[in-house]
């Protein structure tokens, strides 16, 4: 054996025992008296939630952020400014928005308008045009040739984390934002967020969404995510990510959506987080590494985002298989992101919770496919851990395979 040879098989054999480490660690943690005490009582609150049904903003956040004052069901599609002012690009802007973009030809007017309409902090809007064949590409090319923010990167058809890791790495701005094409912004408060995250210095600034409905969408999904973007509280006190994340997880309301937050581009990039390639889901391993480094944290509890639900958009158009392979392998980041790593015991129990819940869409999922489903998602990953993995989320009835 060279000595490439060993010192490849040294580091090989290393990363096993971190990523069978965090097996372990995260059994021991699902195990816990402490974590099934608080995996009961949580029930109670996600219960009342959905009996509440659809809730109503009563009071509007502080800091001069304004939220939703109306019942999702009541609240009308938003319809951002047409017009604003165009303005030369910046080397060094203060936040870099980025979207991916495919087929978004019927809503991308009204995304982009939202974005460059946001009065105060300097701007850079990096447009990932991942083979669109709708005509997106045209009203891009209008957008930029009248505003100089505006930029394009141009790639083949390779999904939304490829889009977002392409957008990342072309970044110059202090923040770093997501935002779905079909998705907006509803309101001029760009300047609230990036004023309280450089106040706070922050790593992470999170905020709130509001659904709308657009088209005919199956009743129960409009159900499930009509109020899902909407924190019961305002999270305002600077924490540490994990804090933040188990604070949230207590009160059911953590949401991983990566467009619900700003974060600092510096943090993001030392860190190395990337999206996952190729997968659904892929929020989840990506803000559940982000939280689990983050050392200050906030949030506030604005609707500035607005969540289209639509007929034909990845959350509902998904099936089983694409929806079984982006919870397993965001499952698997999340353990190895974990390692070895210990957890304060007011923490460690809503961690793992964050965890197994995606580990449940897992398996949840995997019970509908055939044998060859399976042994398609058997087959991403031959690392003994991952082989673990699938063994407990496959079925008894399908182990045979």
């Known amino acids: 054996m060279t000595g490439n040879e060993h010192d490849f098989a040294e580091e090989l054999a290393s990363a096993r025992r971190q990523r069978d480490a965090a097996v372990a660690r995260l059994r021991q943690l699902e195990s816990s008296l402490s974590y099934r005490i608080g995996r009961a009582a949580t029930r109670l609150p996600r219960a009342l939630k959905s009996i509440r049904g659809v809730s109503v903003r009563r009071n509007k956040p502080s800091g001069g952020i304004a939220g939703s004052a109306l019942p999702a069901k009541s609240v009308p599609t ?96 202090r923040y770093v934002i997501y935002l779905d094409s079909d998705d907006l912004w509803q309101e001029d408060s760009l300047s609230d967020l990036v004023g309280h995250a450089d106040s706070e210095r922050l790593d992470l600034l999170l905020f709130d969404s509001f659904a709308f409905r657009d088209g005919d969408v199956d009743k129960s999904i409009w159900e499930r995510y009509a109020t899902y973007y909407q924190r019961s509280q305002e999270y305002r006190k600077v924490r ?69 639900i639509r007929p034909g958009s990845t959350i509902t158009g998904l099936d089983d298989l694409r929806s079984a392979k982006g919870y397993y392998l965001s499952y698997l980041a999340m353990i190895r992101e974990l390692g070895s790593r210990g957890l304060e015991p007011d923490t460690s129990d809503m961690v793992a919770d964050v965890v197994h819940g995606v580990f449940q869409g897992a398996r949840q999922k995997i019970a509908h496919l055939t044998p060859d489903e399976v042994q398609s998602l058997v087959d991403l990953d031959l690392g003994m851990d991952a082989q673990l993995v699938m063994r407990a989320l496959r079925p008894v009835r399908a182990r045979s395979y």
């Open 240 to 308: 540490s990510g994990i804090q933040m994340l188990a604070d949230m997880r207590h009160q059911r309301d953590y949401r991983p959506h990566v467009g619900l937050y700003l974060a600092r581009t510096a943090f993001v990039r030392d860190l190395g987080t990337r999206f996952i390639p190729g997968i659904v889901h892929q929020d989840n391993p990506y803000t559940f590494s982000l939280l689990l480094h983050a050392k200050r944290v906030a949030h506030v509890r604005t609707d500035f985002y607005a969540r289209r």
């Open 78 to 173: 938003p319809h951002p400014v047409r017009s604003w002012t165009p303005l030369p690009r910046v080397d060094s802007p203060d936040v870099s928005v980025v979207i991916p973009v495919y087929n978004s030809v019927d809503w991308l007017e009204d995304c982009l308008s939202s974005v460059l309409a946001q009065t105060g902090p300097t701007l850079e809007v990096i447009c990932v045009n991942d083979g669109s064949t709708d005509g997106s590409e045209r009203i891009l090319q209008r957008f930029a040739e009248k505003d100089e923010r505006v930029r394009i990167v141009t790639q083949p058809n390779s999904g939304q984390s490829v889009g977002r890791n392409r957008g990342f790495a072309e970044t110059a701005g």
